[in-house]
């Protein structure tokens, strides 16, 4: 009786090791898939993050709302500048006295350009992306827009930039002014403001720029001497706080908050996002670095 009943017990184990063995040969039995990351929440009421080599999603909040974009407008009025036919970035510009009347009206961010000084195209892009002065935004315009007079070559430097957005095929971006300090229809979106940071990436002279951390211009003042600016310090923190970053751009003001563009590569990979309307610089610093983060694990 006994020796059925090990018979048994036996012939049973056999068979869960045959069943076993089957189930293991036939890869039936596996260990759990890894759980995707989870969407990071950020405090900035817009986010948008993309694979910059193919323009591919990987993170949307609210992204296509339209919002006040401050002075990551600046990006397209670098944009424009960059784009005009025959280019001479040495070219030189006298700084006016409206420009320094303007940022003073607007208690705006300033490059502190002297009126008087001759800053070549060039220099006024670091000026415009790094300490984001409207006072080189203005001259800018000024330069690059056409028409008899200061007013009108600044409306028509706007209508470029609208001209821009439109061959981009932007249907939420909408420009009207050159450094952000809108007249209430000025606004874009995260998912077009990636867009057209990206496409601005394309340029050398824009990439070369806007991972610059700090720039020192030297100006040729009435008399013909040189001056030495002030150096000019990148607002862009992620450039010191965040491995890998190669930009782009912030913004702030009393309608749009905290924002900005930001980009890195890791790794031979880009991503390329904007926040819009966070609740302070350093904020929307730690809402980047977590869109980063994510962006990175998703390419």
Wanted: proline share 2%; net charge positive; hydrophobic share 35%.
């Amino acid at each position: 009786m006994k020796t059925g009943i090990q018979g048994i017990r036996l012939s049973r184990a056999i068979g869960v090791t045959l069943t076993t063995g089957a189930v293991l040969a036939s890869g039936a039995l596996h260990a759990a898939p890894a759980q995707a990351a989870a969407a990071p929440t950020i405090v900035a009421k817009g986010g948008y993050v993309m694979n910059n080599a193919n323009g591919k999603s990987l993170y949307t909040k609210a992204a296509d709302t339209r919002r006040s974009t401050g002075s990551t407008t600046k990006i397209m009025t670098a944009k424009v500048v960059l784009a005009q036919k025959n280019l001479n970035l040495d070219a030189k510009v006298t700084i006016q006295k409206a420009y320094s009347d303007y940022i003073v009206s607007k208690t705006a961010s300033s490059a502190r350009l002297i009126v008087g000084d001759k800053v070549t195209v060039r220099q006024l892009l670091y000026g415009l992306m790094l300490p984001s002065g409207c006072d080189a935004a203005y001259a800018l315009a000024d330069k690059f827009g056409s028409g008899k007079t200061r007013s009108a070559r600044v409306k028509s430097f706007i209508g470029k930039m609208n001209a821009d957005a439109k061959k981009l095929g932007l249907k939420n971006t909408h420009f009207d002014s050159f450094d952000g300090i809108g007249n209430g229809k000025n606004y874009s979106t995260p998912r077009d403001l990636t867009k057209i940071a990206s496409s601005a990436m394309k340029n050398s002279t824009f990439r070369t720029i806007v991972k610059t951390k700090k720039y020192t211009a030297k100006t040729k003042t009435k008399t013909g001497s040189t001056r030495t600016m002030a150096p000019w310090t990148n607002t862009n923190t992620l450039l010191s706080n965040y491995s890998g970053t190669i930009g782009v751009k912030t913004g702030s003001g009393s309608v749009s908050k905290y924002c900005l563009v930001f980009a890195a590569t890791r790794n031979g990979k880009t991503v390329i996002g904007t926040v819009l309307t966070s609740s302070s610089g350093a904020q929307r610093e730690k809402d980047a670095k977590k869109l980063l983060g994510y962006g990175f694990g998703k390419v």
